[in-house]
Structure formats: C-alpha cells, structure tokens
C-alpha cells in the first residue's frame, strides 16, 4: 500500500546543531507540505513544493530549508536548530488536481531542541 | 489570525450520542476541509465541502457549510469509543492558501 513515511519519529539535538528530517512517500504526489503542530496552535505550514525542483516558503520558514530533487522525498533541514523549533513536525502530500486537497500525512515527528 | 476556528474547544459526551462541532472563518474561502487526528499520529482526512455545496455526507458523519455565516459544522451521529480523536477544520482561502484550526478535542466516555 502506498504510505508517507517520517524518520525519526523522536529527535532530540542541541541549540545551533543542523538537524534534517526526512520525509517519504510512495503515493506519487506531486504535492508535498511540512507542517509544525504546537499546543493551542493549528498547523502551520513551513515550506510546499509542487514538483520536482519546486520548492516555496510557507507561513514559518524562517530558519527551515527544503529540497526536492524527486517526487518521493522533502526533506526539512533545520539550518541552526533553536529552542522555538521544539515541536511536532508534520509532513503531508496530495495529488495534482487539488494542491491542498485531501492532504495524506506522516505519522509525525518530536522534535525537542535543548 | 487563524481563518479556522474551531468550537468548542473540547468536547465529552457518552457513546452512542452525536457529536457536533463548528468552524468558523473570516475571508472567503474555495472549500473547507475536516481531518482527524488521534493522539500521537498524523491527521486523516475525513470530508471536502467545496464552496458551492451546502451539505456532504460520508458514512456517519454530515458537514454542512453556511458561506453567509462563514461557518461550518461537523456532525458525528451514534459516537464510538473509537471516535476520541481531535477533529481540525482548514479552509482554502482564495489565494489557494491552507489556513487551520486549532482543533476540537472530542472524547467519547463508555
């Protein structure tokens, strides 16, 4: 069956450190989507990309960068890892037709910046 | 500001009730969309109301969207146990943006 996968599920790294998360799916999405999840927060989209070599910031990309350079991986890298960063990311896909539509995601990962 | 908003908060109500939450937003909107999420896991979509429809229904559950209030609802008939989860309303605004709710929680005692 066709899944979106996130590694690790549980990260733990210091402030300044250069951390990256990984994302995969096998759905053939053109579409894919890192989301953080804080407390009282809704999703907030960090960075999208609609193809191949398509990358667009979100609404929190400061400090995040992402590359697409195939349809199953969006990788998140952290540049300099900080406190604020602490939180639960998301990773999440969709086929062409409805860029935000009927989004599959990722189990999710913790990630905890000390 | 968050376009959704969702109400209430949190929800506690016994098996076999229903379930009712509401989302509400403020600029105009191509659809709205309701995903679950249960504790520690990524979110499922669950139902797509585009802007021109008024009512959808999938199994037990029924949206209705009221694009004169700018609200939405989610109506979960005979609840289950199973049915504990967090329920998000995101609403695709004309600029194709995503925008989310901070989510009702919704517990389902036995």
């Known amino acids: 069956d066709a899944e979106i996968t996130q590694s690790p599920r549980h990260k733990i790294t210091e402030t300044g450190r250069q951390v990256t998360l990984a994302c995969h799916q096998t759905?053939?999405?053109?579409?894919m989507f890192w989301y953080r999840q804080d407390l009282g927060h809704g999703l907030r989209l960090i960075h999208y990309?609609?193809?191949?070599?398509?990358?667009n910031k979100g609404e929190v990309s400061d400090g995040y960068s992402v590359s697409r350079s195939n349809t199953e991986d969006l990788p998140l890298t952290l540049e300099s890892a900080a406190s604020s960063q602490t939180s639960v990311y998301f990773c999440?896909?969709?086929?062409?037709?409805?860029?935000?539509?009927?989004?599959?995601f990722g189990s999710g990962t913790q990630l905890s910046v000390l | 500001s968050q376009q959704g908003e969702e109400d209430p908060q949190a929800l506690s109500i016994q098996e076999g009730e229903n379930a009712t939450m509401n989302c509400s937003y403020k600029?105009?909107?191509?659809?709205l969309q309701w995903y679950r999420q249960n504790s520690g896991r990524g979110l499922v979509h669950l139902i797509l109301?585009?802007?021109n429809e008024r009512e959808k229904h999938s199994g037990r559950l029924r949206v209705t969207l009221d694009t004169s209030k700018k609200s939405s609802s989610l109506l979960i008939t005979a609840s289950r146990a199973a049915d504990t989860a967090s329920y998000f309303c995101?609403?695709?605004?004309?600029?194709?943006?995503?925008?989310w709710g901070a989510g009702t929680k919704l517990i389902i005692k036995p």
């Open positions: 999440a896909s969709s086929d062409s037709t409805g860029h935000n539509e009927k989004l599959f």
């Open positions: 759905w053939n999405h053109n579409n």
């Open positions: 990309s609609y193809g191949v070599q398509d990358t």
């Open positions: 600029t105009s909107i191509n659809n």
């Open positions: 109301i585009r802007s």
């Open positions: 995101a609403t695709e605004d004309s600029n194709y943006q995503l925008i």
